[in-house]
């Protein structure tokens, strides 16, 4: 690891635990073993170091809200295998990878009071959730017998609706697991069953 990979990884490490304003520069240059001084030859700000950490986590989690084979009319075709396929690989990935992990806690606890940040989390874990939940959703009714005979306007609003009563269990599962109430193996059985029962009920 480089000398500027390892300021990335040692600010990720502090800046998940105290957050945004809580970690100077010095803290960063302790924590890698390096003279304060020594951060500026690979970074201009504590703010260039998270501009960093904000592109590598948007290049990891970009693939987790892409279409199957980046058609979106493939959402249209999903199986209940295939989604819950879907939701548990997510699941994993935003509670287990590493990086995703760290960045998603960082957000979390330095949203208030700092409305870039605040804007990072709400979009990274509210906005585009609900938006692609709203899409998969829109496409599996569109294709549904029923769908096909409900009008577009109608369609789009029970889309939007059911992907809150989607994700926000799925939501609350995550921090269950966060914070040690379940086993990623319990978790990822809520998922599953949910996925099942929500499916069911809509007739998907």
């Known amino acids: 690891m480089t000398t500027k990979e390892s300021i990335e990884a040692e600010a990720l490490n502090l800046l998940c635990i ?15 073993g390096i003279k304060e001084s020594s951060i500026y030859k690979h970074y201009k700000s504590k703010e260039d170091i998270f501009e960093t950490i904000v592109v590598h986590y948007m290049e990891k989690t970009e693939s987790i ?18 989604l819950i396929g879907m939701m548990k690989a997510t699941f994993q990935t935003f509670a ?3 990086y995703i992990s760290k960045c998603r806690k960082l957000f979390m606890i330095s949203a208030p009071g ?3 940040i605040g804007s990072l989390y709400t979009g990274s874990f509210i906005t585009e959730p609900i938006r ?8 599996l009714l569109a294709a549904s017998k029923a769908g096909r005979k409900t009008a577009e306007g109608e ?24 914070y040690g109430m379940v086993t990623m193996e319990e978790a990822l059985r809520k998922v ?11 007739g998907l």
């Open 155 to 178: 369609l789009s609003e029970k889309a939007a609706a059911m992907a809150y009563q989607f994700y926000s269990p799925v939501f609350l599962i995550l921090q269950e697991y966060d």
């Open 18 to 32: 105290k957050g945004y304003s809580g970690v100077s520069i010095r803290d960063i240059a302790r924590a890698v």
């Open 96 to 98: 287990m990878d590493e």
């Open 132 to 139: 692609l939940n709203t899409f998969i959703f829109h496409k």
């Open 114 to 116: 700092n409305a870039k």
């Open 192 to 202: 599953e069953g949910l996925t099942e029962q929500f499916m069911e009920v809509y």
């Open 65 to 82: 809200f892409a279409p199957p084979s980046g058609d979106p009319g493939a959402f249209a075709e999903l199986s209940k295998e295939m």
